[in-house]
């Protein structure tokens, strides 16, 4: 069975400095790339994702992923966050041939002012 | 921009009792799902529904749940006999296509 891993659970960093929030799945196929932002009180979002093609893929609100296909891994990143940002942000994979989403645990993200 | 929405936002119910949750999917999608969040997990995978009937499902979606697009408009989950093990967020998603899918707000159910 897919499962999806996101190494940190909690994020804290402060306004302007730079994101990156870890991802990795574990199926050998074909697979479609996602990563999801619930902000506080809100319900989740598409940030970005990943089909085919380009592997750095550019989302919402500066957010861009980068698909290594030989780590399994579907990276976040922003060069410079604001207070805005503060967020829960969650990975999931779907096999291409599927419907349903694997998600991961989720980062909880707290940028201070 | 069109959302999905759900309701009730919160479900009390006592165990063994039957509760539907409801779901509007944004209207030109086609395919449905339901996922669930048991606090402090992860979200969960339930059931997907297309051209009027479940295309994939889980192993936790067992004979206690069903789905049911009762009009063009509604997308609903019941569980027949609530278990304290069922409290959890509940979320409705939808998708035009296998590709993207718009979540709703959820639907805590709490089971007493």
């Known amino acids: 069975a897919q499962s999806v891993s996101q190494h940190n659970h909690h994020v804290i960093l402060s306004e302007a400095a730079s994101l990156e929030l870890g991802c990795n799945y574990s199926y050998g196929g074909t697979v479609n790339l996602f990563w999801y932002v619930q902000y506080p009180g809100q319900h989740l979002q598409l940030l970005l994702k990943y089909f085919s093609g380009d592997p750095l893929v550019k989302g919402i609100k500066g957010f861009e992923a980068e698909f290594i296909k030989s780590k399994f891994s579907f990276n976040l990143r922003k060069p410079s966050v604001q207070w805005s940002d503060t967020a829960e942000y969650f990975c999931?994979?779907?096999?291409?041939?599927?419907?349903?989403?694997?998600f991961g645990g989720g980062t909880r993200v707290l940028v201070k002012p | 921009e069109p959302e999905v929405t759900q309701t009730p936002s919160h479900q009390v119910t006592q165990m063994g009792q039957e509760v539907i949750l409801r779901c509007v999917p944004i209207?030109?999608?086609?395919?449905f799902y339901w996922y669930r969040q048991i606090l402090g997990q992860k979200v969960e995978f339930l059931v997907s529904?297309?051209?009027?009937?479940?295309?994939?499902k889980s192993e936790i979606f067992d004979d206690q749940f069903s789905v049911e697009r009762p009009d063009g408009s509604n997308f609903t989950l019941k569980i027949r006999s609530t278990k304290l093990e069922d409290s959890a967020m509940y979320f409705c998603?939808?998708?035009?296509?296998?590709?993207?899918?718009?979540f709703g707000p959820g639907t805590r159910l709490t089971v007493t």
């Open positions: 998603a939808s998708s035009v296509s296998r590709y993207e899918q718009y």
């Open positions: 209207s030109n999608h086609l395919y």
């Open positions: 529904f297309y051209n009027n009937e479940i295309s994939e």
């Open positions: 999931a994979v779907r096999r291409a041939a599927g419907n349903k989403l694997t």
